[in-house]
């Protein structure tokens, strides 16, 4: 019997006799892919599993996981596992979290902070992002987009947990050319010789204290 090249789903065969079973495998596969959910990650399997549950298996499995780490476990009377391509997404509902898997690990995708601007500051549109923040997994703090039509001073304040450990000083792109941005200790993004054409964010990133 074949299979289909990503998902492993079988195909029926000309002639084949209960075919019903082929089928509702392949749903059953389906049922546990599609718009993916898993309900933790971890290496042991959990003693009684409830029919369509999913588990991402971890490091080092034991039990009847051995040897399948980073697949996606599905229960359907009985286990059936299915390995991760690049660019397979899956959400963590223990840690409420969405993971992506890059061909070699599952990662952690960070989520995106839309700041409130103050002092006039909107996005500048036309297909340009706007402005927005992230931390990874390592504690790294991005922040990037585009604004327009603000003036000098505070433009946003960073959330707890993506503020630096004391005050930076960085060098952005305007209208004007070059400008000054300060990040601080408090979290607030302050501006100075910005342009009201556009100013850009791009190139900020440090590590973030806690």
Known sequence: ??????????????GQAQKEMTHNEALARLDGLVQATCLEVRSDPPGSPSEGDVYLVGDSATGDWEGQEDSLAAWHQGWHFTAPEAGWRVYDQARDRLLTHDGGQWRVVPALQI???DNGWIGYGSGYAGIRYYRDAEGRVTIEGVMQAGSDGVVFTLLEGYRPAEALMFCCWSGGGPYR???RANGEVEVQAS???FSSLAGINFMAVG
């Open 115 to 117: 700041p409130s601007l």
């Open 181 to 183: 941005v300060d990040v």
């Open 1 to 14: 019997m074949s299979e289909t090249p990503r998902l492993g789903l079988p195909y029926l065969d000309m």
């Open 195 to 197: 342009n009201t054409v």
